[in-house]
């Protein structure tokens, strides 16, 4: 069964989205710019933690990242602001 690169696919469109280099991105969650980089390209995953991260983040579900809906509607609470 070939296994597509959903999660991604989708960190790559809301990086983009945000017109954020994978190093930007890489810095507000924590990892390189290269470990960005081998999410999307599909060569690498990631933990639970940074998924989460990546979700908060993107203001997306986790389940939208994993592929699991296509509905990217965030469903945590408010962030908290400064």
């Known amino acids: ?9 989708r960190v790559y469109e809301q990086r983009k989205k945000l017109g954020l280099l994978q190093k930007d991105l890489g810095d507000e969650v924590g990892l390189s710019g290269k470990a ?6 599909g060569t690498r995953g990631t933990s639970f933690e940074k998924l989460v991260e990546l979700a908060y983040f993107f203001h997306v579900s986790t389940d939208y990242l994993l592929g699991i809906t296509d509905d990217p509607a965030w469903r945590g ?3 908290e602001t400064d």
């Open 1 to 9: 069964m070939e296994r597509e690169n959903i999660f991604g696919m």
């Open 36 to 41: 960005i980089s081998t999410i999307e390209s």
């Open 77 to 79: 609470g408010q962030e």
